[in-house]
């Protein structure tokens, strides 16, 4: 069973950069059929995706904050990160780590399929 | 403001039928396959339907997608209390070189 798990410190100052990482456990990182997202969601408001990122390294960001983030891959410990720089109190939200599979026995998917618990990180002074 | 349109609440009594609207264009309902979500309180999202109209195991076949244009539904047929949850739909958008887009989500009441 695939589960996914987020990590990170919960609260960042305002201006620096947020890192968050993401453990897949069950299942290996490394495969064809799927991108690994991150989604996040301000208090009360919702779901935004943030990027995707393919074990092999090719990446899709948000349009919005394509400036401003980076997600990169560690297939050595199955695990994906996150990258968020010059935070606002903007930025403070749930980040959840998620599967998108693109497909699995012939069939197509194209959703998040999996996810993790989610991370709440603050933007704070 | 997002790309995708949803209403931001509906509601429905126990046994009811409701259904919840998610309308976008032509460079992502109109060329590519819907997703749904739900989340309950406090929770991560789950995935109710996939390629518009695709139930992944263990969702109850309550549940149905429906897709035309540049428009998608999700049904939820004899609705009961546990369904009261907010519900967003997500699809693959071509511009920008492509990216996800989730709707603004719809918070369902049951009464």
């Known amino acids: 069973q695939l589960q996914l798990q987020e990590s990170g410190p919960g609260l960042v100052k305002p201006s620096e950069t947020l890192s968050l990482t993401c453990a897949v456990s069950g299942g290996s990182i490394s495969s064809r059929s799927s991108y690994w997202g991150w989604i996040r969601q301000s208090p009360g408001k919702g779901l935004e995706w943030i990027g995707n990122?393919?074990?092999?390294?090719?990446?899709y960001y948000s349009p919005s904050l394509k400036s401003r983030v980076t997600i990169s891959v560690d297939t050595s410990k199955n695990q994906f990160s996150l990258r968020l720089s010059s935070v606002t109190a903007a930025d403070t939200a749930i980040y959840f780590c998620?599967?998108?599979?693109?497909?699995?026995?012939?069939?197509?998917?194209?959703?998040?399929?999996?996810w993790g618990q989610g991370t709440m990180a603050i933007v704070s002074s | 403001q997002s790309v995708l349109t949803q209403p931001p609440s509906a509601s429905g009594t126990p046994g009811q039928r409701v259904t919840i609207s998610c309308s976008g264009s032509n460079s992502n309902i109109g060329s590519n396959p819907v997703s749904w979500y739900q989340q309950l309180p406090g929770t991560a999202p789950k995935l109710l339907v996939y390629?518009?109209?695709q139930r992944p195991s263990g969702v109850p076949d309550r549940f149905s997608g429906s897709q035309s244009g540049a428009s998608a539904t999700l049904a939820i047929s004899g609705l009961q209390s546990e369904d009261e949850a907010d519900y967003y739909c997500?699809?693959?958008?071509?511009?920008?070189?492509?990216?996800?887009?989730f709707g603004g989500g719809t918070k369902l009441a049951v009464l």
């Open positions: 997500a699809v693959w958008d071509d511009n920008f070189n492509g990216h996800v887009v």
């Open positions: 390629r518009n109209d």
């Open positions: 998620a599967r998108r599979l693109l497909e699995r026995f012939g069939e197509y998917y194209y959703a998040f399929d999996i």
């Open positions: 990122i393919h074990y092999d390294g090719s990446t």
